[in-house]
């Protein structure tokens, strides 16, 4: 679907002319690495599996192991993708805009591998697991690596193992949302990318940032429960659009 060029002049006019420039991410952003998001009707990983039983501490506690498995396939998945265009324009707007912060909610590591540097994870990473009671962090686990029980144990409580990501009725890591909080109260342009808006406290990010005065950029092929605060939403696959949008604030940028 072409997107009318006008409003992806205005969107990289508004990008390129910004001061504190701040993008906030959701699973749209990786689906063309091939990594499902949670909502969309068919292909959405909620439409699939529960998240009452995948995604909470009450469904770990209740089969450890169903859910350690879960996240042990989602990190399969994870590990067999690559990012997509749409991450590697938001790591080289990074370049053209120095300064440009990274707010996601994914926990695919994805910004961090197309080259974006600062990134904050508001929902945790899937490549790290932690201890289920302590604060024992184990950075980088390997399915492939690990023989014996399912979940594993922790070497300092014996207490299980779990993935260091927020699920559903947790807390966000304290410092990450404070982080983010901060950005959207400052922040003078948002670029959101590919979320439906529908989780809090992550989805008022962006109604933060406008109520103190910043443009709000949207890429969605289908509105979200954020348009309706959007300046200008692009109606299309971030993969597609991004690097166009990228290529228009590099001219601008170039020629000043
Ligand atoms: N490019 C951009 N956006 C896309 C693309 C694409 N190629 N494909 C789909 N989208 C959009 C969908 O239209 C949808 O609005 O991505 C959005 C994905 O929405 P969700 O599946 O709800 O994912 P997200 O908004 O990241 O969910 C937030 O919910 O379950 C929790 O912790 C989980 O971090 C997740 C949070």
Same mark, same amino acid.
């Given at each position: 679907?072409? !997107?009318?060029?006008?409003?992806?002049?205005?969107?990289?006019?508004?990008?390129?002319?910004?001061?504190? /420039?701040?993008?906030?991410?959701?699973?749209?952003?990786?689906?063309?690495? %091939?990594?499902?998001?949670?909502?969309?009707?068919?292909?959405?990983?909620?439409?699939?599996?529960? /998240?009452?039983?995948?995604?909470?501490?009450?469904?770990?506690?209740?089969?450890?192991?169903? !859910?350690?498995?879960?996240?042990?396939?989602?990190?399969?998945?994870?590990?067999?993708?690559?990012?997509?265009?749409?991450?590697?324009?938001?790591?080289?707007?990074?370049?053209?805009?120095? %300064?440009?912060?990274?707010?996601?909610?994914?926990?695919?590591?994805?910004?961090?591998?197309? #080259?974006?540097?600062? !990134?904050?994870?508001?929902? #945790?990473?899937?490549?790290? !697991?932690?201890?289920?009671? %302590?604060?024992?962090?184990?950075?980088?686990?390997?399915?492939?690596?690990?023989? %014996?029980?399912? /979940?594993?144990?922790?070497?300092?409580?014996?207490?299980?193992?779990?993935?260091?990501?927020?699920?559903?009725?947790?807390?966000?890591?304290?410092?990450?949302?404070?982080?983010?909080?901060?950005?959207?109260?400052?922040?003078?342009?948002?670029?959101?990318?590919?979320?439906?808006?529908?989780?809090?406290?992550?989805?008022?990010?962006?109604?933060?940032?406008?109520?103190?005065?910043?443009?709000?950029?949207?890429?969605?092929?289908?509105?979200?429960?954020?348009?309706?605060?959007?300046?200008?939403?692009?109606?299309?696959?971030?993969?597609?659009?991004?690097?166009?949008?990228?290529?228009?604030?590099?001219?601008?940028?170039?020629?000043?």
């Amino acid at each position: 679907m072409a !997107v009318n060029p006008e409003l992806v002049e205005r969107a990289a006019g508004w990008i390129a002319n910004s001061r504190k /420039p701040v993008v906030f991410s959701g699973a749209g952003v990786s689906r063309e690495s %091939g990594i499902p998001t949670f909502r969309e009707a068919s292909t959405g990983l909620w439409a699939q599996f529960d /998240p009452q039983r995948l995604a909470t501490v009450e469904g770990f506690l209740q089969d450890p192991k169903l !859910v350690w498995e879960w996240y042990a396939y989602r990190r399969k998945i994870v590990a067999e993708t690559i990012p997509n265009p749409g991450h590697e324009a938001i790591a080289e707007l990074e370049k053209l805009l120095p %300064g440009l912060m990274v707010i996601t909610q994914n926990i695919d590591s994805l910004h961090q591998r197309a #080259g974006s540097r600062a !990134v904050i994870e508001l929902h #945790g990473n899937i490549s790290r !697991v932690k201890c289920f009671q %302590g604060d024992e962090l184990y950075e980088n686990w390997s399915d492939e690596d690990y023989e %014996g029980e399912i /979940p594993p144990r922790c070497k300092t409580c014996g207490n299980y193992l779990r993935p260091d990501v927020v699920w559903f009725g947790e807390a966000l890591p304290e410092k990450a949302l404070m982080a983010a909080f901060e950005l959207a109260e400052n922040c003078d342009l948002m670029l959101v990318v590919g979320t439906s808006g529908s989780v809090q406290p992550a989805a008022s990010l962006p109604v933060v940032a406008r109520r103190r005065g910043a443009r709000i950029v949207e890429v969605n092929p289908t509105p979200s429960e954020i348009t309706a605060s959007s300046d200008i939403l692009l109606p299309a696959k971030s993969g597609e659009i991004l690097p166009e949008v990228v290529a228009k604030v590099k001219e601008i940028k170039g020629n000043c």
